[in-house]
């Protein structure tokens, strides 16, 4: 058996009792990313030397200190590429970016730098975060594990399959629509959207800025919530992070969820969900039930209009955060050019992506005068209402639960040529960031061979819940133990 | 002018960067000049990505200490907005600014122009990050490329945008003279308008006399003094009458003053105008001023220029002149109120500091402040003058050596034993001696020649080497050249 198959406390328990050096993990991940990788595409680049030197520093403070260092010391990491790391290339997946080396490293890396981690390179993403299936990378697509015929879920598809296949303990993804949730269910793996303003997204090359949060990617619900504790909390380099403590996501982690009541919204189960994603949702609420949970259907009315409000505030912020991705400092720019209208437009189109460029195209659009009432304003007041449905809910019940996809993994190409239906992918996930609550994916089961997801929702701030019904779920179901074939084989 | 038929309107935009340690929204450096090139920089004003912007508290401050200081309303809630255009010294795409609720409105300027009260409203002052430079070989045109200097790009950046209330290019000129010495005056800006930390754009535009509908305006820019100001306004005026006169029509555009020929160039019209897609900056929340924070700004503020020389007329008793030459800055405000409050009297006061010690400043390229003459010492000067202890002639020479070597003025009058001479004795030995010597000057005065009498107390004076008091010279002489009927 492989390390890397070992929950992070068990791993922590043997590197502090000196079972195990970071060095050998490490050594390990880099051998199983060598060996797997090629089939999956999780990885834009490894960083080897300075992961065997962040190991090797780990090791030294678990040796001096085996009591005082933290808990994720000498645990392999790895990022999704909208992150910055410093003295790495980041391209966030797009060309335009190819080559650039930021001098400065997000906030959620220097946390975890500091913790001990060991950085192990950059993980795929869709360009820019935009895209529901991985596709959407300028340089790989990343497929899923279970299947490599189908899509890993995006955008955060690298960061879901790495923690899948077990090529790094934890990875960090974000999630604007529901790209950290959405891969995790369709890789089998847990996901964190944290409460927007829980966790600092300085350095973390901006989507959509009002909807953006940095959230991990693990294979159980302690891993996830060890991370969340580690790089959650106020950042003073980002004015939209919340000054709230950070306590009980460990805490309560175990407390079971007798008593709690759980609400099933009427509108998520009326979107088209695939039979068996049905089958293995009403066997989730089976468990919850047994396990003392009471659950209730709950109504979230401006569901089938949150999708629109979605892909007009989404893509405006896009077009303006995009801007900066002009050719003067980044990209291949565009050297034949004899005007700068000229320069801009050819090194934009040959920056970005099909997918890039629409968004762009339809933010400029709902931005425009003449167009800002009826589009931007207009959907804002939507984004208020999604948000309300969602206080009425939670003063009735304490977290909200649904499958986190209506189907399960797609196969590849299946929905390139149909944006609409690429967009409906997130159907499930995006009104909670539009509202801005917390919420987690956990798996729950298989249909057809393939990973389902059970999303939990909990209030703004209310990780704590979310972390404690998914845990206990956990623990009842077990299916975090199934490995995808391909990673059990290499082990 | 009196016959035309057209009227002037003219509305100022004047950008103003505040006088803050730091950039508005990181913590480069605000005062870049001199710098290499991209060494004031930082990820957030480089705009790379992922980066994000912090609100600079001083930045709101100074912006409300302005806001109030020109009688504007200061609404409770504001909010940063994204003005998104495409140009390489923007780095970020998009400049965060103010658009729909901006840190205050409402407010009015009160001027002078020829002796006449002017008050020119303030639609708005609002808080934005200034841009990069870009440095060309020669012309942009003829330029083979453009080097981007960031170093300024996010220097906070006040907007002051003013009513369409001014009606002549000397309105125009008063204005901005008032406005520069407000924002010099409470500290908020240097006033360097050459350097550009104060700019100045225009929106002119020509109406019918009695109409109030507000003719095609034409946005002039690139003016970079108080004179090329109130020219550019006056060669635009007259463009735009002549078209007018002709019965043509103007294009509403964007025109830039050309200092060399003299002229106004057309740059863009208002089909290429920008379309700037403004929505609130996300990145920022919105900002909560509470009415403690206002009040405490309120308080904060020193008298303001037109009050002070109000007050300066009142109770000094200054002509209007001084007052106004004396509350042109606060360090000559308060350097006068120092002498005055130790005993020399205010008309005194003022003649010598506006008078003597300005020039000795002016010809060493100093401020009253910065000179070697303390308050102090300068009153200690006065008082000997106002006392007679001292003439006018040797507080004046020992003013310009005391001005050059830091010593104290009344004390080299002391050791030097120059005070007045006001003893009648020994005034009368002097007066006889110069009546012996200048006989015909006596003659000449007896048979009614006045000026005659000057050649006589000149000769006194310069027996006593300025010391004896003039006053007693004058009344001996004539006691002792009694005139027929005089």
């Known amino acids: 058996m492989s390390l890397l198959e070992e929950p992070i406390r068990e791993l922590g328990r043997r590197l502090r009792d000196g079972e195990i050096s970071a060095l050998e993990l490490t050594e390990e991940a880099l051998t199983r990313i060598e060996q797997l990788d090629g089939k999956l595409g999780a990885f834009l680049r490894t960083t080897p030397e300075s992961a065997r030197a962040a190991a090797m520093a780990a090791d030294q403070r678990l040796r001096q200190d085996p009591a005082g260092s933290p808990i994720l010391c000498g645990i392999p990491v790895a990022y999704k590429d909208v992150l910055c790391t410093a003295g790495v290339e980041t391209t966030a997946g797009s060309q335009i970016l190819r080559g650039f080396v930021p001098p400065y490293s997000a906030t959620v890396v220097d946390r975890l730098s500091a913790l001990g981690v060991v950085p192990l390179g950059k993980l795929n993403c869709d360009e820019f975060a935009m895209g529901s299936s991985n596709e959407n990378s300028a340089y790989q697509a990343t497929v899923n594990p279970w299947d490599q015929e189908r899509v890993a879920g995006g955008s955060s598809g690298g960061s879901a399959v790495a923690a899948a296949a077990r090529l790094a303990c934890v990875t960090l993804g974000s999630d604007t629509g529901g790209s950290v949730r959405l891969p995790a269910s369709f890789s089998g793996v847990v996901g964190v959207k944290p409460t927007y303003g829980r966790v600092s997204r300085y350095g973390l090359i901006a989507f959509a800025s009002s909807l953006d949060q940095v959230g991990p990617l693990a294979k159980t619900v302690e891993d996830a919530a060890l991370v969340m504790t580690a790089i959650a909390g106020h950042d003073a380099r980002d004015s939209t992070s919340v000054a709230a403590p950070v306590d009980g996501f460990l805490g309560d982690l175990r407390s079971g969820v007798r008593g709690l009541r759980l609400g099933i919204p009427r509108e998520y189960l009326e979107v088209g969900l695939d039979a068996q994603v049905r089958a293995v949702f009403e066997e989730s609420v089976r468990t919850l039930e047994a396990l003392g949970a009471t659950t209730q259907e709950i109504t979230l009315p401006t569901t089938e209009y949150a999708l629109s409000a979605y892909y007009v505030i989404a893509p405006a912020e896009v077009s303006s955060n995009l801007a900066r991705m002009d050719g003067v400092r980044f990209g291949p720019g565009a050297p034949d050019a004899t005007t700068l209208r000229q320069a801009y437009e050819e090194a934009r189109h040959r920056g970005f992506g099909e997918e890039v460029r629409r968004r762009v195209t339809l933010g400029t659009y709902a931005l425009s005068s003449g167009y800002y009432d009826a589009y931007y304003l207009q959907a804002q007041k939507v984004r208020t209402l999604v948000a309300q449905d969602f206080d009425r809910a939670f003063a009735e019940v304490d977290a909200i639960i649904s499958p986190t996809a209506p189907t399960t993994a797609f196969r590849l190409g299946e929905r390139t040529d149909d944006p609409l239906a690429m967009y409906a992918t997130d159907i499930l996930t995006l009104p909670a960031n539009l509202a801005g609550i917390s919420g987690i994916s956990v798996p729950a089961g298989f249909a057809a061979g393939l990973p389902v997801g059970l999303q939990v929702l909990g209030p703004y701030l209310g990780e704590a819940t979310c972390f404690r019904v998914a845990q206990s779920f956990e623990d009842a179901v077990g299916v975090w133990r199934h490995m995808p074939p391909l990673a059990v084989a290499a082990s | ?486």
């Open chain 2, 1 to 486: 002018m009196a016959s035309s038929p057209w009227e002037v309107v003219i509305g100022l935009e004047v950008h103003a960067q505040l006088l803050t340690k730091s950039k508005m929204f990181c913590s480069c450096r605000a005062q870049y000049l001199g710098l290499p090139p991209n060494s004031n920089t930082c990820p957030v004003c480089l705009g790379l990505p992922g980066a994000l912007p912090v609100i600079n508290a001083e930045g709101v401050r100074l912006t409300l200490r302005t806001a109030l200081a020109l009688n504007c309303e200061i609404p409770e809630f504001t909010k940063f907005d994204r003005k998104n255009y495409f140009y390489p010294d923007l780095p970020k795409g998009y400049q965060i600014s103010q658009y729909d609720l901006p840190l205050s409105r409402n407010g009015w300027l009160e001027f002078e122009v020829e002796g006449r009260k002017v008050r020119g409203g303030i639609t708005r002052v609002h808080l934005e990050e200034d841009t990069g430079t870009l440095h060309h070989s020669g012309e942009i045109q003829s330029s083979t490329f453009s080097l981007v200097d960031l170093n300024r790009a996010g220097v906070p950046l006040m907007e002051i945008v003013g009513e369409p209330d001014l009606r002549t290019p000397a309105e125009a000129r008063g204005y901005l003279v008032a406005l520069r010495q407000l924002l010099t005056y409470i500290g908020v800006n240097d006033g360097n308008m050459e350097e550009g930390s104060l700019r100045c754009d225009a929106n002119i535009s020509l109406r019918p006399v009695g109409t109030e509908a507000l003719g095609v305006k034409v946005e002039v820019k690139n003016m970079n003094s108080f004179r090329s100001v109130q020219r550019a306004l006056e060669h635009e005026l007259g463009r735009q009458r002549e078209v007018l006169d002709e019965g043509g029509r103007l294009p509403q555009e964007t025109r830039g003053w050309s200092e060399l020929e003299q002229r106004t160039v057309s740059q863009r019209s208002k089909e290429e105008a920008q379309e700037y897609r403004y929505f609130p900056e996300p990145d920022l929340p919105p900002l909560l001023i509470s009415r403690a924070h206002v009040d405490e700004i309120r308080a904060d503020l020193p008298e303001l220029p037109t009050a002070r020389r109000a007050r300066f007329q009142s109770q000094y008793g200054l002509p209007e002149e001084q007052a106004l030459l004396l509350t042109g800055r606060p360090a000559d405000s308060s350097y006068f109120e120092e002498v005055v409050a130790r005993g020399v009297t205010p008309q005194l006061a003022a003649n010598w500091q506006l008078g003597d010690l300005q020039g000795l400043c002016n010809g060493a390229n100093l401020e009253v402040e910065t000179c070697k003459i303390s308050p102090v010492a300068f009153s200690d000067l006065l008082r000997m003058v106002q006392s007679q202890e001292a003439t006018a002639k040797v507080a004046k020479e020992v003013l310009g050596r005391a001005f050059a070597s830091g010593e104290e003025p009344a004390q080299l009058i002391h050791q030097e034993g120059l005070g007045q001479v006001s003893d009648a004795k020994e005034i009368t030995v002097m007066v006889e001696r110069a009546l012996e010597q200048n006989r015909q000057a006596a003659a000449d005065y007896k048979a009614g020649q006045d000026r005659a009498l000057d050649r006589l107390v000149g000769a006194v004076m310069a027996m006593s080497k300025g010391r004896a008091n003039a006053a007693m010279v004058n009344q001996l002489l004539r006691e002792r050249l009694p005139r027929a009927g005089g």
